[in-house]
Nanobody, 114 residues
Framework: QVQLVESGGGLVQAGGSLRLSCAAS????????MGWYRQAPGKEREFVAR????????SYAVSVKGRFTISRDNAKNMVYLKMNSLQPEDTVIYYC???????WGQGTQVTVSS
């Protein structure tokens, strides 16, 4: 059974930082590119960041580039999203995804207070 479990969300003040984690099981993690997406109530899920299976290539949404960093540890089946300089507009639920699959986590809520 495939599971992606996000954690690390919470409440932070504007300008603060959080690190999200996603633990994968039931898949051959090291062959998948991994992505982080986010979704606000009533809006479509949007791309945030992705990382190649090897970790050698990353890409980011314009809105988070320079503030967020995606990384992975294939030995631990983990992918991370370090978020700096958080702003109230970053307040949404964040999801991890095994790229090209229908495997999604349950999401973790990030709330940034002004």
């Amino acid at each position: 059974q495939v599971q992606l479990v996000e954690s690390g969300g919470g409440l932070v003040q504007a300008g603060g930082s959080l690190r999200l984690s996603c633990a994968a099981s039931g898949i051959t993690f090291s062959i998948y590119g991994m992505g982080w997406y986010r979704q606000a109530p009533g809006k479509e899920r949007e791309f945030v960041a992705r990382i190649r299976w090897s970790g050698t290539s990353t890409s980011y949404a314009v809105s988070v580039k320079g503030r967020f960093t995606i990384s992975r540890d294939n030995a631990k089946n983990m992918v991370y999203l370090k978020m700096n300089s958080l702003q109230p507009e970053d307040t949404v639920i964040y999801y991890c995804n095994a790229l090209g699959s229908n495997y999604w986590g349950q999401g973790t809520q990030v709330t940034v207070s002004s």
